[in-house]
């Protein structure tokens, strides 16, 4: 059976960003909602030739593999696509006409041939796939669309993060294939932006993603390999070039070798658009670091405070700090007799939690023209979790998120045109701002947060 589909829509973006968006074909998972994941196959910048696998979504919870080739690319006007899958193929046309500088029509075209097809099913199968059609130009129309203002705080959210279960249950990969829109579509051409942790897992996800739009990045690193590896990894994806990626070596267990990183940087680079404080480790045993502070207070909440801080000078009225926490630190509240646990028995999920509750409460506390952002990424099946917390990943791994569900929220936050100079602290969580405290026994008071801002910038005032 040979069928084609043919929708148009007109949204109100410049023909060049419709265009850039849709050029890398393995965006359509993030507007088409009958996909499932899509990756480029072919390494570097797109062009004839650059091929895509792409797994399209079936009844019962199953896929469908099917291989892209792109065909042409005649710059800001066409892009031709053409699929084979098992008994299928399809030959994809995007169209762009620019109607004034602020619209443009897109017109897409899917001619499709399904082999396998009785004749007999012909006149029940075309209207299912004229739906198909429909809810991917729709899925596009919407990710094209810039939202009018930021997300508010919905009661429903506030229920279910006050009952915890059933808000637990979102964090999986579940909760992030329900969002109505996961789209990264506005370009930062000209950005900088740096990202602690850039090397695996989600920090690395959101670094290609990042580089995809357009924005140079500075990856802070502890192994100078590991950050050759993420670098090479960066310009597979994206098809930026080495220019656009800078690399500074550093261990952030360190407060004097987080310092020097960052008058590295400011020597380097005029302004930072986006500070993204990603890096975070757990930690089984307690141990102290050379300066004499407890390894996961220093790398989570110490390090990213003091980075913050230092950088702040090279930061604009629309910059953007972007502080990675977990949803574990609402089972833990603050213990500001014992920030560095050298009393109770250690606990590493412990520590890790109530230095992100730590991070959380200066985040919330910074009044500066930077507007900060803290978010948790929800269960993500990465390398530092399947490390640090062998029997949970183990536990839950067809229920986590992989790496690259986790990070949608922190690209948002660092793109997002809706969030320009958006100051309201709040915990995000999938795009959505969420409660702080969800038990009682975890919530600080207002002289309590005070005492630990206090704490902290005594204790980090030798390294400023």
């Not at 950005?191 to 897992?201: D, W």
């Not at 220093?298 to 390090?303: E, I, K, P, S």
């Amino acid at each position: 059976m040979k069928h084609t589909l043919h929708e148009k829509i007109v949204v109100k973006r410049p023909i060049q960003a419709c265009f850039a968006y849709l050029k890398d074909f393995s965006s359509i998972e993030q507007w088409d909602p009958g996909v499932y994941r899509s990756r480029k196959l072919t390494p570097g910048s797109v062009e004839v030739g650059t091929e895509y696998e792409v797994l399209l979504k079936l009844p019962a919870g199953k896929q469908a593999a099917m291989r892209y080739r792109q065909v042409a690319i005649i710059e800001t006007s066409q892009l031709i696509l053409q699929g084979e899958g098992e008994n299928f193929s399809a030959i994809d046309t995007l169209s762009f006409k620019a109607i004034n500088d602020d619209y443009t029509e897109i017109d897409y075209r899917a001619e499709l041939e399904l082999l396998w097809l009785p004749s007999p099913l012909t006149p029940i199968t075309k209207p299912i796939l004229n739906r198909i059609g429909k809810k991917a130009i729709n899925g596009l129309q919407r990710a094209l669309t810039i939202p009018q203002a930021a997300p508010n705080r919905r009661l429903r959210d506030n229920i279910l993060d006050k009952l915890i279960a059933p808000a637990a249950l979102s964090f999986g990969k579940r909760g992030y294939l329900s969002l109505p829109r996961k789209s990264h579509s506005s370009r930062m051409d000209g950005k900088v932006v740096a990202i602690t942790g850039p090397t695996a897992g989600i920090g690395l996800e959101a670094a290609c993603e990042l580089a995809r739009l357009g924005a140079r990045l500075i990856l802070i690193g502890r192994d100078e390999q590991k950050l050759r590896n993420a670098a090479m990894q960066i310009q597979d994806f994206s098809g930026c070039n080495n220019k656009a990626i800078h690399l500074i070596e550093a261990d952030l267990s360190s407060l004097s070798a987080t310092a020097a990183a960052a008058n590295q940087i400011k020597d380097s680079l005029a302004r930072i658009d986006a500070l993204i404080n990603n890096a975070g480790a757990l930690f089984a045993s307690r141990e102290e670091t050379h300066e004499g502070f407890e390894r996961a207070l220093a790398v989570n909440f110490l390090a990213p405070v003091l980075l913050s801080k230092l950088l702040s000078p090279h930061f604009n009225d629309n910059s953007r700090v972007i502080n990675v926490v977990s949803g574990g630190l609402y089972f833990q509240g603050l213990n500001l007799e014992d920030l560095q646990f050298r009393n109770e028995p250690y606990d590493g999920s412990k520590a890790y939690a109530r230095a992100k509750r730590a991070l959380l409460y200066m985040s919330n506390e910074s009044t500066n023209k930077t507007s900060y952002f803290t978010m948790h990424p929800g269960w993500a099946a990465t390398p530092g979790v399947a490390k640090s917390l062998p029997a949970f990943n183990k536990r839950l791994q067809n229920f986590m998120r992989d790496g690259r569900m986790g990070a949608d929220t922190i690209i948002w936050l660092a793109s997002a045109p809706e969030l320009q100079a958006y100051k309201t602290p709040q915990l995000w969580f999938d795009r959505r701002p969420h409660a702080f405290d969800v038990l009682p026994s975890t919530k600080s008071k207002p002289n309590e947060i005070q005492q630990l801002k206090m704490w902290t910038e005594a204790t980090l005032k030798q390294f400023l």
